[in-house]
């Protein structure tokens, strides 16, 4: 079975700041990510999905993650976070969709 | 289009007592999974319901157990409630196998 490791469970920012939020899965032949947002006391959100193609995926509210094969990795980045974006973050990989621990984004004004 | 929905939103239950949740999976969706998050802890995944058959089972014990009915709603069944159980149970479905989830709001559970 595939694993997941969020190296970072807590990730403090000021507002306007860039952010990077790691992800690092075990390898695999074929390997499909994700990222999933949790806002407090909601249920999980999709943030943005790799399954093939391009290997830099967008979601709508400016984060990206690269899917990076020799490094098993897909980490989530902002050029420039917002105070509304202080949540949970979750990454994924897809076989019996196994989560990461989570990484706390917290953003300061 | 609805979204997935659960029930209830809160529940409170005492060690060794049975409980059931529900999940009214997405129009469209046959596939429906269930996990456990623990406070702190990313889901875990407790199983899987495709077409009204288990299609996978994480590590969990039989006392957790599940059902998918004709219209893909979904019930996950916990027996003997222990103290561990406590945890917010999402449910996820799907339009099918293989295909991205989308998440309900989950059920909090809390076992005293």
């Known amino acids: 079975a595939q694993s997941v490791t969020q190296l970072d469970s807590q990730v403090p920012v000021f507002e306007e700041a860039p952010v990077e939020l790691r992800c690092n899965y075990s390898?695999?032949?074929?390997?499909?990510l994700f990222w999933y947002v949790q806002y407090p006391n909601q249920g999980l959100q999709l943030l943005l999905k790799y399954l093939s193609g391009s290997t830099l995926v967008e979601s709508i509210n400016g984060f990206e993650a690269e899917f990076n094969k020799s490094q098993t990795s897909f980490h989530l980045r902002k050029p420039s976070v917002h105070i509304s974006d202080t949540a949970e973050y979750f990454c994924?990989?897809?076989?019996?969709?196994?989560f990461g621990a989570g990484t706390r984004l917290t953003v300061k004004p | 289009e609805t979204g997935v929905t659960q029930s209830p939103t809160h529940l409170i239950k005492t060690r060794g007592q049975q409980v059931t949740l529900r999940c009214s999976s997405q129009s469209g969706h046959n596939t429906v999974s269930w996990y456990q998050q623990a406070l702190g802890q990313g889901p875990q995944f407790i199983f899987q319901y495709y077409r009204e058959e288990e299609n996978g089972r994480g590590n969990f014990p039989p006392r957790f157990s599940g059902l998918q009915f004709p219209n893909y709603s979904s019930e996950l069944n916990v027996n003997a409630l222990e103290l561990d159980d406590s945890a917010l149970y999402l449910c996820?479905?799907?339009?099918?196998?293989?295909?991205?989830?989308?998440f309900g709001p989950g059920t909090r559970l809390l076992v005293l």
């Open positions: 390898s695999s032949v074929s390997v499909y």
């Open positions: 994924a990989v897809k076989d019996d969709m196994r």
């Open positions: 996820a479905s799907s339009v099918g196998l293989g295909e991205t989830q989308y």
